[in-house]
């Protein structure tokens, strides 16, 4: 019986149909596929929410873990803009008997935009486990003066444009890593109307590039093993070791709530659960990724590859959605979010409305 595509392509080294690998990176996939759908809508809501969040954040602007938030949601906003256009020219990109392939020009354009895309979400990952990083210092650090300017609004903003600037160096190796060369000719089926039957246009493949080709592609793979180890293998070990050092300090802080300012405490654990919710979040949905890079770096076959590729695909799903719903977060959880929000949808606040009328009541 002869080898399909997937065994004898894409996992050589695993010639059995039934194999566990070969299973899974059917199903991951498919996934991939219904991720997409799900992904253009996730991002046109998310859009709208997340241009709202930046505005009630812009009206805070008060210390390093409000400038960080503001980082994050702008590369979540620029995320979501760019999978809107990238969704669309991945379920159309190989055309169909009677639309051909897309440009080569076309090709640069997508692949700018995934390396955008990349370049954002790789920022907006690691502005998380500093915000995260920030919190714990600030929580546990608070009383010593070289930890105090790491609360102040400025901090995170100097943190968020280097993490952006070397984000950006990483996500243009990703981009040079790759190159389009022409693998044949498309011609319009001869049951295409409307179509002149002389039509041709080159079809084009992503090839790795000349310069990541050099020495057996060993340049390719130091560059998978660095970016795959900082994009997503060390975010996903920092992420939950972290969590967990907030977790212990919110613990210390609720022990000693009966010491200092009773509102100052319930305003700092707030924070802290804020920071605990948004970081889980991100790791969960980060986690596939992570656990996909380490099969990437360890194995050579082209079927690991497309595996990190579509899991990825189903992990900026859950990181859209987190995303998006990351203004309800906040909303719940600060005091001074819900004012901004409620004053900017002139919404009155149903606590002074009460006393109020209670007032009034009174006094009548």
């Avoid at 310069?211 to 130091?222: D, H, K, Q, V």
Wanted: with cysteine; net charge neutral.
């Amino acid at each position: 019986m002869p080898l399909t595509f997937t065994e004898f392509y894409l996992f050589p080294n695993e010639p059995d149909e039934n194999a566990f690998i070969v299973k899974l990176y059917t199903f991951v996939e498919h996934l991939s596929l219904y991720s997409l759908y799900v992904q253009f809508w996730i991002a046109i809501i998310g859009i709208i929410l997340t241009i709202f969040h930046l505005i009630v954040l812009i009206k805070l602007c008060g210390n390093s873990i409000v400038s960080i938030m503001l980082g994050m949601a702008i590369c979540d906003l620029f995320s979501m803009i760019v999978n809107i256009s990238v969704c669309d020219i991945i379920l159309h990109f190989f055309g169909d008997l009677c639309t051909p392939p897309y440009s080569l020009l076309m090709n640069h354009v997508f692949w700018i935009l995934v390396s955008i895309r990349d370049d954002v979400i790789r920022c907006s990952t690691w502005l998380s486990v500093l915000m995260a990083l920030l919190r714990y210092l600030v929580s546990k650090y608070f009383a010593k003066s070289q930890f105090q300017n790491l609360s102040r609004f400025e901090y995170g903003v100097k943190a968020s444009i280097i993490s952006f600037v070397i984000s950006s160096i990483f996500s243009a190796g990703y981009y040079l890593s790759v190159k389009f060369e022409p693998v044949g000719i498309w011609t319009p089926d001869e049951s295409c109307a409307n179509v002149p039957m002389n039509m041709e246009h080159p079809i084009y493949e992503q090839r790795v590039s000349d310069l990541f080709s050099l020495g057996n592609g060993a340049p390719l793979r130091i560059f998978q093993l660095i970016n795959g180890s900082a994009s997503k293998i060390i975010p996903c070990i920092l992420l939950p070791i972290l969590t967990f050092l907030l977790a212990v300090e919110l613990r210390k802080n609720d022990q000693s709530r009966n010491t200092g300012s009773v509102l100052y405490k319930n305003n700092t654990e707030k924070t802290t659960i804020l920071v605990i919710i948004m970081t889980v979040l991100i790791f969960v949905a980060s986690l596939p990724t992570g656990i996909a890079t380490v099969f990437q770096v360890a194995y050579t076959d082209l079927g690991y590859l497309f595996l990190f590729i579509y899991t990825d695909t189903f992990c900026n799903t859950l990181l859209l959605t987190a995303a998006a719903i990351n203004c309800f977060i906040c909303f719940a959880m600060s005091i001074q979010y819900r004012k901004a929000a409620r004053k900017i949808l002139h919404i009155p606040d149903p606590k002074i409305h009460s006393t109020r009328h209670s007032l009034w009541r009174t006094t009548s």
